[in-house]
């Protein structure tokens, strides 16, 4: 066990195949309100963790690349400083956290982020009264007027913090319980999620696997020099038509 | 104190100066940290939550999940680690099961029609009013001997909910059929006659280093994508080689995206390209099965320079395939999907299953793994599902008159069938309907009597799944709540399926001969056998512990019982061509599965909301169309189009050209276009089965579904497409830092 936790997570986009699985359960573990024919009309539909799809080339040379993007929880995150009510900061266990309750709603952040990772609520969130029932008592429905953007599901973090320190245990790594929803749906195990700062985790031995001359690790948009805490490894593809766009 | 302009930001300037020399200046990193820590107050009083085991059959494939209950209602739904098929993970369609759950438009009541039918006007009766009305009805035609005119119509139902509902209309004399509205009946008379085999063999993805597919979208709709998901993951990356997956299809699919190599061929000629492979690889490697597979000769006639032009493929690209498929170690050959879906489907099946006889890889890791029976005598995986013909049949029955009372579970016969039947004016004709929906889907709609089933989160039940793991295996299913709509008191509620059978046969006098009261009591009893048989991964020194750890895994499996024979190769049959409806239309459609299933998922949020993998579009009927053609058409995105047929009927969709899109095919997603299925689902999008033609395959009297062709004209009309895509900016382009990057290899 280490003393101090550096939350991160290591994407490997040549496993995953864009089924949006993560999309749908970071959907139902966060309160996400449901995202309305007009919602994506205005394009102000929310997702925390989105695939993003590119093409290349056209018929009959062409392929679709996938890719899930969410919070990268940046070390130096160009959303922290221009909050100017602190509701957006970095805590001690590597993450970017958002303090609903400050948030004033002036976007600050979202123009400030360079991975569009962060939603605002332009209305409040409705469910009809039968399919509250099942929002997650965990995590609060955020109102209108309030930024969001993934937490790396940070009250599963202290949930299962919070439960092994009063049953006396220690927490693995890869526990299901630690695991952000969208990591235990991902069916081809694309998403790996854990601490940055044990290095007998997986993720770090990924990370240092990948991030050697020859791997295949890389971070969104490396020279912004964010310091994302999430690592990308390559998608492997021995004929390559042309470069992606979007 | 005046300030000139100049002052002023000068005094800014240097504010702001100072602020930065301030913190360079470099306080302690504790006293900067801003004591809120992601433990909020709320966080703090947390209550107790429990995860419970159950199965998830919806949508035909089996997945065991785990549900997190608190304070009695469920929150939510992730994949069973220790279930054999999905290892953990888990598909959106299990994820939104808690939308159905708690879904604001559920039926909470028995109901019998008042209106005028399809008027949506109900009055709700008491339990025992409404299995007297069924059993009353059912009673009439025992006494007059025309149990015949009862007919049950269920989607494919296995393990115990299959066997009570067997018993139910062994028991009245009445007919049972089971409906899907795209049959997997092709595909499982194909595998019955390549592999001898009842059900769909388990696919060692995960072992193999060359999958070469054939129409299946096994990644994101086929069979068990959440398991065939899990063996991509390994295959891609979890292996010394990294595995290569050519998929040969005439749609652009997320299977298609995913693959190192999509071969787009002309609709329906899949078969063709894999009897051609097989032709190269007789002619040109020694392989003693062809001395059985090919006894007579006919792969002759199926040469690459044959059948190039007609399946739209290189004579290269045929032998550059062959030449993959014979020199991996493990590949492995599945077809299904589009492939299965023409007049020649079941051939064209045949010929790409008998792939794998040729690589030998029966029985093998990296290979295909036949199942074993069920464990439990009796109950068994759900049955092959009824062929659209004798669908067709049913309907001309009804029409006449012959059909008095049909029970209807989980088939939307009104939905899936296409209209050249005229099931709509059909079901009109039947004098009593009976729908055990729990969901206004569009035949419950219009049925007289509603007896509402629980969900599936509520209920008890058992899972062999028709595409097992490889080994002998069971899932069971068990309440994780009480009933949202309990039967309790003056509640009315809703009543577990096989429950309801049960009650009606015991008013009826029928003895079902089950081993039990209630249906749990019938489930528990088999347990016991299972328990019996004292093998298996569940160890355990009384039943009651046994039970409970059944309850507590999901299921019962035995991972040391599999098939070790191989099966006889059986001679290959030819492959004719595909015939088609209307060939004076210019497009070949293809209809697929986008989020929705076949239509079952429409009344869900989250799966109308999760946007289509490869247009990202939501909510709405869509027209998949080459860009190129688009364009020379004048269409744009939104542009509302009409799709026509040869045989007359239209429907309306929007356009969404895409660059991957053949020039000669439109795709349409299934799954829209219902006249109810509430709130989410009711009149929006158009649905693209019922306009399909009623061709056949020519081996089983399936339908033909793909086999349609369509004009397609601008109706001056346009709607936004609701679709993800633009909905956050675009990234910068950046040369040297591509959003995804890609490397030829994995050189570390």
């Not at chain 1, 993934?150 to 202290?158: A, H, Y």
């Not at chain 2, 549900?67 to 098929?85: S, Y």
């Not at chain 2, 139902?157 to 509902?165: D, E, I, K, N």
């Not at chain 2, 081993?515 to 160890?539: M, Q, S």
Request: some cysteine; glycine content about 10%.
């Amino acid at each position: 066990m280490v003393d101090s936790n550096k939350w991160g997570m290591v994407v490997d986009i040549d496993r995953c195949t864009g089924c949006q699985g993560c999309v749908v359960a970071c959907q139902s573990e966060n309160n996400i309100p449901i995202n309305l024919e007009e919602h994506f009309n205005q394009r102000r539909a929310i997702q925390w963790i989105r695939i993003e799809r590119y093409w290349e080339g056209e018929y009959p040379d062409v392929k679709a690349r996938f890719i899930p993007i969410m919070c990268q929880h940046c070390g130096s995150a160009p959303c922290e400083p221009v909050c100017p009510v602190y509701a957006t900061y970095h805590n001690n266990e590597g993450l970017n956290v958002q303090v609903y309750n400050r948030c004033i709603g002036t976007r600050f952040c979202a123009n400030g982020c360079p991975y569009h990772v962060r939603f605002f609520n332009f209305w409040e969130p409705e469910w009809p009264e039968s399919l509250k029932n099942q929002l997650n008592p965990d995590v609060t429905v955020r109102s209108r007027g309030i930024m969001e953007k993934c937490s790396f599901c940070v009250q599963r973090i202290q949930r299962s913090t919070r439960e092994s320190e009063r049953d006396n245990e220690v927490l693995e790594d890869g526990d299901r319980g630690l695991n952000p929803a969208c990591v235990n749906a991902c069916a081809s195990n694309s998403l790996i999620f854990g601490n940055f700062n044990d290095p007998d985790s997986t993720v770090s031995k990924m990370k240092e696997d990948a991030m050697q001359e020859g791997g295949r690790g890389y971070r969104l948009m490396e020279n912004l020099g964010t310091d994302t805490n999430v690592i990308y490894l390559r998608k492997v593809d021995e004929f390559v038509v042309e470069a992606p766009h979007g | 104190m005046a300030l000139t302009r100049r002052q002023f930001l000068t005094l800014m300037g240097g504010s702001a100066g100072a602020a930065v020399l301030f913190q360079a200046c470099g306080l302690p990193e504790q006293e900067l940290l801003i004591d809120s820590p992601p433990a909020m107050p709320e966080d703090l009083v947390s209550g107790i939550d429990n995860w419970y085991a159950t199965t998830n059959q919806q949508g035909g494939s089996s997945e065991g999940i785990v549900v997190r209950v608190m304070e009695g209602r469920a929150k939510k739904v992730e994949g069973n680690p220790n279930h054999p098929l999905n290892l953990g993970g888990h598909s959106a369609l299990s994820e939104a099961a808690l939308q159905g759950l708690y879904h604001p438009d559920r039926i909470s009541a028995p109901q019998v029609r008042t209106g005028p039918r399809g008027s949506g006007e109900y009055r709700e009766i008491s339990w025992e009013d409404a299995i007297a009305r069924l059993s009353l009805r059912l009673g009439e035609l025992d006494s007059s001997n025309e149990n015949n005119k009862a007919v049950f119509v269920s989607n494919p139902t296995g393990g115990h909910s299959g066997l009570v509902l067997e018993k139910f209309t062994d028991s009245l004399g009445s007919r049972h059929l089971s409906y899907e509205a795209l049959e997997t009946n092709v595909l499982r008379t194909a595998l019955k006659a390549v592999f001898g085999t009842d059900s769909i063999p388990e696919f060692d993805i995960d072992n193999a280093d060359l999958v070469l597919s054939f129409g299946a979208d096994f990644l994101s709709s086929w069979v068990s994508p959440t398991r065939y998901a899990r063996g991509y993951g390994e295959f891609r990356q979890g292996n010394e080689h990294r595995g290569r997956l050519i998929h040969v299809d005439s749609r652009f699919s997320m299977t298609a995206a995913n693959a190192d190599q999509w071969v787009h061929v002309n609709p329906g000629t899949e078969g063709l390209l894999a009897m051609s492979i097989m032709q190269v690889l007789s002619s040109s490697h020694s392989n003693a099965v062809f001395g059985d597979l090919d006894a007579d000769g006919v792969l002759d006639s199926y040469s690459p320079a044959n059948v190039a032009n007609e399946v739209g493929v290189s004579v290269d690209t045929i032998n550059q395939i062959a030449e993959d498929f014979s020199h991996s170690e493990h590949p492995i050959a599945l077809g299904g999907g589009s492939a299965g879906a023409h007049t020649n489907g079941t051939q064209n099946l045949k010929a790409i299953y008998s792939l794998n006889h040729v690589a030998s890889n029966l029985g093998k890791k990296g290979g295909v793994l036949l199942n074993p029976r069920s464990p439990i005598d009796g109950v068994g995986a759900a049955p092959p599902s009824n062929s659209f013909s004798e669908f067709h049949r049913l309907a001309e029955e009804m029409k006449a008159g012959n059909i008095s009372v049909l029970m209807v579970k989980d088939a939307d016969l009104y939905y899936g069938m296409t209209d050249t039947v005229d099931m709509k004016v059909a079901l009109d004709s039947v004098p009593l309907i009976v729908s055990f929906g729990g969901m206004m889907d569009d035949t419950t709609s219009v049925a007289d009597l509603i007896l509402p089933q629980h969900h599936f989160l509520e209920d008890w039940g058992t899972d062999v799944p028709l595409a097992g793991p490889g080994y002998q295996m069971i899932g069971f299913q068990q309440p994780v709540v009480r009933p949202f709509f309990e039967h309790r008191g003056s509640n009315l509620g809703t009543k577990g399926f096989a429950d309801i059978l049960m009650a009606t046969a015991q008013v009826m006098g029928k003895d079902l001969g089950l081993d039990g009261e209630t249906f749990k009591e019938v489930i528990k009893n088999d347990a016991e056998r299972l328990y019996e048989l004292d093998r298996g991964g569940i160890v355990a020194n009384s039943f009651e512990g046994f039970w409970n750890g059944v309850l507590q895994r999901g299921g019962w499996w035995d991972t040391s019982y599999k098939i070790d024979n191989v099966p006889e190769v059986n001679r290959l049959d030819g492959v004719a061509s595909p015939e088609f409806g209307g060939l004076e239309q210019e497009f070949y459609i293809q209809p697929f599965i986008s989020t929705l299933g076949d239509g079952s998922a429409a009344s869900l949020p989250w799966l109308q909301a999760m946007p289509d993998a490869i247009s990202t579009a939501t909510w709405q009927t869509w027209v998949e169309i080459n860009h190129k053609v688009a364009e020379k058409k004048g269409i744009s995105e939104g542009d509302v189009l009409e799709i026509r047929p040869a045989n007359g009927r239209t429907i309306k969709a929007l356009a969404m050209p895409n660059p991957a899109v053949p020039p000669d095919t439109i795709g349409i997603p299934i799954g829209q276009g219902h006249r109810d299925g509430g709130r989410y689902s009711a009149g929006r999008g158009a649905n693209i089965l019922s306009v399909l033609d009623s061709k056949l395959d020519s081996e089983n009297g399936s339908l033909a579904w793909a086999a349609t062709r369509a004009n397609v004209t601008t109706t001056g009309e346009w709607i936004r497409v609701p679709k993800f895509e633009n909905t956050v900016p675009e990234f910068p382009r950046d040369e040297h830092q591509d959003i995804i990057q890609i490397t030829s290899g994995d050189n570390h």
